[in-house]
């Protein structure tokens, strides 16, 4: 086949749709704007029969084939696959013949799972001589658990030891949650049609996708707020980072007032302190307790130090700002609710972040509610799970269970965008679209990454960017410095703050080797 590179598409959003929002979509193109099924169907099978020849492209492929549309975009998989010349088999999980119109005339040779239930060795046998396996058993729309056929043909999958290419969802994912209910297809890689569905971004589903690729397969465009969720990609990021005119100067690219350490707490003030500046602030001020005066000046040179205990001096150097941090390394005690009221009344109207202490005196009520904070300002709050459920007041459980439902609830009762923290992390806001992370992995699971996040992200408030995209170019940009330093467990925030200039410095649609446009991310399904 060619080796011509692909097309690059959707470079300014990248949708996440529900299995149920990607039908109703699918149905609209087909019904009302004349999109023939077929052709749709014909550029998902030979979009992904060409990410299949570049992975593995050597060997038999076999694939397990199901009803509906799913089994359908594999058998066009398989023909387009035959006619460059690779040898193919299918087996057939489904109680109907394929569909031979999808075939044009070439003959795939196709094997009932007479076996299924009975003696599966020769499945086992044929899976294990295949070199990849492709995955058609269940579309986007499961809602249960696979049923036992299915669940079987799911099981020799996984126990063949082969790689295995899922085609838009691995099967036993549910599409709309990335809940698995009893078995589920452990990809290697998973091709979105379209789009990549949002169940294949949410936990648990999330560790079967293996490398998520989504391609493009001849949908007309999609209208704002079609779908309530979407991606953040390399293209997408590399499209909304905030530029400086050739005119700019310091005042003119953001100050930002950050507040944060108590007395032995400096260090959480300073990673916020020096990712802020990283992010490209162009002016910046660190209130602080005096105990941290000579920490912070030594190891922050070029922030302004403005001590916590001169209250006329923090209201000043607030209304000298345009916008605030407050939280890293705060504390939770009297003087801290103290401190963060009379910031309140000093910055009036300045785009905030909430991290940390700053959240714990909100729901605790020793400090201002997020409510009073996002009355007259938008604010963006960054809790983990811990944090949430004091906030919302709402068990660990119940956030859980709707990840997303739960931080759009916490949005619409305070005013305020969420950026939930956890893998994916989300960034909600009260209405509109919720951005899902990509680039997050568990090498960013110790102490300080939150201080980084938080410095990130309100520094970009005060560049000009909205609370929802600077939550969300936060999460990608501290994921993505975490991929490059590529330390693994080792990895430090330091570390992470020193390779955030790369990363802003990065252009172009994506960060893959593969030669295909849109790879949302790669990851290690081990972790």
């Known amino acids: 086949m060619s080796s011509t590179p692909l097309r690059p598409f959707a470079r300014s959003r990248v949708w996440a749709p529900t299995a149920k929002e990607a039908a109703a979509f699918d149905r609209e193109a087909i019904e009302r704007q004349g999109v023939p099924q077929?052709?749709?169907?014909?550029?998902?099978?030979?979009?992904?029969?060409?990410?299949?020849?570049?992975?593995?492209?050597?060997?038999?492929?076999?694939?397990l084939i199901g009803a509906g549309n799913n089994g359908g975009d594999g058998l066009v998989m398989l023909r387009t696959l035959h006619a460059w010349g690779r040898p193919v088999r299918a087996v057939l999980v489904a109680d109907r013949d394929p569909r031979?119109?999808?075939?044009?005339?070439?003959?795939?040779?196709?094997?009932?799972?007479?076996?299924?239930g009975h003696d599966l060795g020769p499945l086992d046998t044929a899976l294990r001589a295949a070199s990849v396996i492709v995955d058609g058993v269940l579309g986007t729309g499961l809602s249960g658990p696979p049923r036992d056929r299915q669940a079987q043909a799911i099981r020799a999958i996984n126990r063949s030891g082969r790689p295995v290419l899922a085609l838009d969802t691995p099967s036993g994912v549910n599409g709309d949650t990335g809940q698995i209910a009893g078995e589920a297809v452990d990809a290697e890689v998973t091709v979105a049609l379209g789009w990549p569905k949002l169940g294949t971004l949410l936990q648990p589903g999330r560790s079967k996708?293996?490398?998520?690729?989504?391609v493009e397969i001849g949908f007309p465009p999609v209208p704002d707020q079609v779908f309530a969720a979407a991606a953040t990609t390399p293209a997408w990021a590399a499209d909304n980072w905030p530029r400086r005119e050739p005119d700019a100067h310091k005042n003119s690219v953001g100050t930002l007032l950050l507040v944060g350490g108590c007395p032995g707490m400096a260090g959480a003030v300073v990673m916020a302190a020096r990712a802020a500046l990283r992010a490209g602030v162009g002016l910046l001020r660190v209130v602080s307790s005096s105990e941290n005066r000579s920490i912070i000046q030594e190891s922050v040179p070029e922030a302004i130090f403005v001590p916590s205990e001169d209250v006329g001096a923090v209201r000043d150097a607030a209304a000298a700002s345009q916008a605030v941090g407050t939280g890293p390394g705060l504390g939770d005690g009297a003087d801290a609710g103290a401190l963060l009221a009379a910031v309140l009344e000093a910055s009036e109207g300045l785009p905030t972040v909430l991290d940390a202490d700053a959240l714990n005196l909100a729901s605790s009520g020793a400090g201002p509610g997020v409510g009073k904070w996002a009355a007259n300002r938008p604010v963006l709050v960054t809790p983990h799970l811990g944090e949430m459920v004091r906030l919302a007041e709402v068990t660990r459980e119940g956030i859980e269970e709707d990840r997303i439902g739960a931080a759009r609830d916490l949005a619409k009762t305070t005013g305020a965008v969420v950026l939930l923290?956890?893998?994916p992390s989300i960034v909600v806001p009260p209405e509109g679209t919720c951005l899902v992370d990509t680039m997050a992995s568990s090498d960013l699971a110790s102490g300080g990454m939150g201080d980084v996040l938080a410095g990130v992200a309100a520094s970009l408030l005060a560049q000009g960017v909205g609370p929802d995209q600077a939550g969300a170019l936060a999460l990608y940009g501290t994921g993505r410095a975490a991929s490059r330093a590529a330390l693994g467990p080792s990895l430090t925030p330091s570390d992470v703050i020193e390779q955030l200039p790369v990363v802003w410095t990065e252009a172009g649609p994506g960060i893959s080797d593969l030669d295909h446009p849109f790879v949302i991310f790669d990851q290690d399904p081990a972790r």
């Open 209 to 214: 996708v293996g490398r998520l690729i989504a």
């Open 100 to 116: 031979a119109d999808l075939l044009h005339g070439w003959q795939i040779p196709f094997e009932a799972d007479d076996g299924l």
């Open 421 to 423: 923290k956890g893998l």
């Open 38 to 63: 077929a052709a749709l169907m014909e550029c998902a099978g030979r979009s992904a029969a060409e990410i299949l020849d570049r992975l593995f492209p050597r060997g038999e492929v076999l694939a």
